[in-house]
């Protein structure tokens, strides 16, 4: 059974830091693309950033320069370094593992940014 659980959101201040984990178990994880998700109550859940297997990656324009997607083959996570966090990063951030035609998605961490 597939399961990916993230850790590591929280409250924290304009300007803050936070990073993301989500682990994996269940699959082959090296080999599959993974991606971070965020939704806020009301609108579409949004692609953050994505990071295929073998560790290219692109983000959504509000993050660049901000957050880096990265991934440790070797402990089964992917993870989400999130600087200069400002309130508009506000949201549940999911992630997700593309397997095929098949999409594995965590339970979701709350990030809450103050102003």
């Known amino acids: 059974q597939v399961q990916l659980v993230e850790s590591g959101g929280g409250l924290v201040q304009a300007g803050g830091s936070l990073r993301l984990s989500c682990v994996v178990s269940g699959s082959i994880f090296s080999i599959n693309p993974m991606g971070w998700y965020r939704q806020v109550p009301g609108k579409q859940r949004e692609l953050v950033a994505r990071?295929?297997?073998?560790?290219?990656?692109n983000y959504i324009d509000s993050v660049k320069g901000r957050f880096t997607i990265s991934r440790d083959n070797a402990r089964n996570t992917v993870y989400l370094q999130m600087n200069s966090l400002k309130p508009e990063d506000t949201a549940v951030y999911y992630c997700k593992m593309f397997q095929g035609a098949i999409e594995y998605w965590g339970q979701g961490t709350q990030v809450t940014v103050s102003s």
């Open positions: 990071i295929t297997s073998g560790g290219s990656t």
